[in-house]
Every structure is written in C-alpha cells, then in structure tokens.
C-alpha cells in the first residue's frame, strides 16, 4: 500500500506540473504580443485631439452669361481626296514625291518620257505647214483665214469658165445671124458647162483644203497637249497619302500614280440627335477637342443634310475646320456647336465641383462647417458649369475642396 500510494503522488505532482507549465506559456505568449503591438494601452485608451478648421476660399453662385452648346461627336476626313493618274501612256521617268510629302498646286508630281510626244508634235507641225502651203498659205503663220476666190486654183478656174462663156456668147451672136451651124453652138454651151463644173470644184476642193488646214492645226493642239500631259501636276494643296507607281513602270492611261488629300481645311463629319436638330444652322461656330489633345480647333457648320436618317434619328452636318497641322483625316473628335450666343445662367467653376460614381457634388461653407450638396449641371465651359438645381445665387461654394469631407470644420480665409 505504501508503494501504491507514492505513486500515486507522483502522478499528481505530474499534472500539476504541466497544468503550471501551460498557464506560464500562455502569459508568456500574451506579453509577448503586448510588447509587439505599435499601439500601447495606454495610447489607444488616450482621448483624440480635436480636429482644426481647415482655411478654405469660398465663391458665392451667380450668374453669368454662357452659350447654349450641342455636344457631339464625329470624324475629321479630308476635305478633297483624289487619285493623280496618267492623263497618256508611257514610261515613268521620274516621279519627285513620296508618302507624306506636302505638294501645292501645279507642283510636278512625276514625268512619263516626253521623246514620243516631242516627235509627234513636230509631225503635226510639218503636217500642218503642208496643209497651209496647199491652200495658199505661209506654212509658218497661224492665221488659217483666207478668201477663196484668190486662190490660184480658183482664179485658174474662173479664167477657164470667163473664156468659156465668152465663146458661148459669140457662137450664139453668130448662130443668130446663120453664119455658125448649130453643132458649133452646142459645143459651145457644152465647154461652157464644163468649165463651170471645174469653177464649183475648184472652190470645193480649196474649201477641202481649208478644213483639212483646221484638222492639222487641231492635231498640233492635241500633240502639244499630251506632250505637257506627260508631265503629272498636283491638282490642289495637298499631302502624298499612296504612292503607287514607280520609276521605270510602263504606265497606261488613266492608271493611278499617287493618292492625294487636301489637309486644310478638314471636314468634320458629325451626327447631331434629332431633338436638337432645329437648333443647328450653317455658319454657327463649331469648337473641335480630339483624344490626347489639348488644343482646341474652331471651325463653322457648312452643309447640313437635307434629312433625317431613320436608322437612328440624327442629323448629319459638315463643318469646315482650319488644320494647323495637327489634326488628321480620320480621327475621332469630340465637337461643341454653338448653338446660341450668351445667356445668363446661374454658374459654379469647375474647380469647384467633386465628382462620385457618376453624381455631380459642391460643398458649401454653411456654420463653419463644409456641407456636401448634390446637384445637377447643364452647360459646361473650361472654366465653368451650368447648375440646373441644388444651389441658389448667394450659396457660398467652396473652390479647390480636396479631399474636403462633409462636417469637418472650415474657416473662410481672406
């Protein structure tokens, strides 16, 4: 029995032990996590310091005169666009331009080999020269007038048909007096009949040989022309968009040599919904912002279609905008038409307002404290915003807020 009992004390001091041991664990682990923590009991215990009026500007709303602006959205395109091609046939000797190359109008795009063109046009001088000398003309003058009746094949024949009709008159004046048989008289009138015949066909053929003078001189003009058409002129102010011919290429007529656009002025292309429709005209001022851009481009409405599309109900307008050299054709931009001159509008500055989740907000200085207040805009400028309601003319609106929150304290500084 003594033996069963030790042993049993043993076990007991046992448990105790490692009951003890646990409970010095845990508080050593507890006090360790104190000393870990950055905020002592102390601290967080410790009452908050009372927040300080924050110094604020403030602008009381009133109204100013703004414009009445439709906000659309559309595409810049060329103004004119075109595809330079070769007016006649031929080899490409030169051509001067590129991609991007800025050209003015009457400016040499490219050259075709000008030697065919050179010999025919002096093929149809020499034609025409000929022509003037068979008519009775110098064959290097350029007046193609003349009279008929004194050319020599003319004057030749009217002599013949003058000396027929004398002897017709004298056979018949000998005939009357029975001294000339009547075989004579008729052979007579016949050499005159046939004279006259060769009298009308000498007017005809220098007549023949007049228009045929007409016919050279026109197909001098035709030679003359293809020979500076074999030089390619740019046909407006414009910038290279396509090259598509290159030297040496047998190039037939009419196939394309370069693309050309007009950049300046662009046309912007927009879409105008249908219930502002009635408000736009031609000639109102158009300001044009594209992505990225800082710039503001004006231009003025200058065509308006006659309808309304009725896929989607908007009226599609044209205004011509100045390029300065920044804008391209096929960009998208953003664009205010100016639908009415100044109005007053009662008014807050943008630098004012704070935007959330899609709601339009000031804060107002009200009892020395900052007071978030919902509203609703209209027109927008750079500088400032319609307010269709929310504040009233007098409201004291904070510009610059910040990171202003409702209820903090705020104190107006001068």
């Known amino acids: 029995m003594s033996f069963s009992l030790i042993n049993s004390n043993r076990a007991s001091a046992r448990s105790y032990g490692n009951v003890l041991g646990l409970v010095l664990f845990s508080g050593i682990i507890l006090s360790s996590a104190a000393c870990k923590s950055g905020y002592p009991v102390s601290a967080r215990n410790a009452p908050a310091e009372a927040t300080e009026a924050r110094p604020i500007k403030v602008l009381l709303v009133s109204e100013i005169p703004m414009e009445q602006t439709i906000t659309v959205t559309g595409t810049l395109a060329a103004y004119d666009q075109a ?55 110098s064959p290097e003058g350029k007046d193609d007038r003349i009279v008929t009746e004194e050319t020599g094949t003319v004057r030749q024949a009217q002599a013949l048909l003058d000396d027929a009709k004398l002897k017709l008159e004298r056979a018949d004046s000998l005939f009357k007096r029975g001294v000339l048989a009547k075989a004579q008289l008729d052979g007579a009138d016949a050499d005159y009949k046939v004279a006259l015949s060769k009298y ?36 407006f102010d414009g910038v290279i968009q396509e090259k598509r011919a290159s030297i040496g290429e047998y190039v037939a007529a009419g196939a394309p040599v370069v693309n050309i656009v007009r950049m300046d002025p662009l046309r912007l292309r927009a879409e105008v919904p249908e219930r502002e429709s009635r408000s736009v005209h031609v000639g109102q001022e158009v300001r044009v912002t594209l992505e990225g851009d800082p710039n503001v481009y004006t ?17 599609i307008v044209e205004a011509e905008v100045h390029n300065d050299g920044h804008l391209r054709p096929g960009s998208f931009a953003r664009a205010e038409i100016v639908s009415a001159d100044s109005t007053p509008a009662l008014a807050v500055p943008t630098n004012a307002l704070v935007s959330f989740a899609g709601i339009d907000k000031v804060i107002l200085a009200q009892g020395g404290k900052a007071v978030e207040t919902p509203i609703t805009l209209g027109r927008r400028t750079a500088d400032w915003a319609e307010v269709l309601s929310g504040l ?13 929150q409702s209820g903090q304290p705020v104190v107006v500084k001068e």
């Open 299 to 315: 231009g003025k409405i200058a065509r308006i279609s006659p309808a309304i599309t009725a896929q989607n109900r908007v009226l």
């Open 392 to 404: 009233k003319a007098g409201d004291p609106v904070i510009i610059n807020p910040g990171n202003l």
């Open 200 to 235: 009308q066909d000498a007017i005809e053929e220098i007549r023949n040989r007049q228009a045929l003078v007409v016919q050279r001189r026109s197909e001098l003009e035709i030679a003359r022309q293809q020979l500076t058409d074999s030089a390619i002129y740019a046909p």
């Open 83 to 137: 595809t330079v091609s070769a007016k006649v046939p031929g080899r490409l000797e030169s051509i001067s331009v590129d991609l991007g190359t800025v050209l003015r109008q009457g400016q040499v795009i490219a050259q075709i080999e000008k030697k065919d063109y050179q010999l025919r046009l002096q093929q149809a001088e020499a034609a025409l020269a000929q022509a003037r000398a068979r008519v009775g003309l």
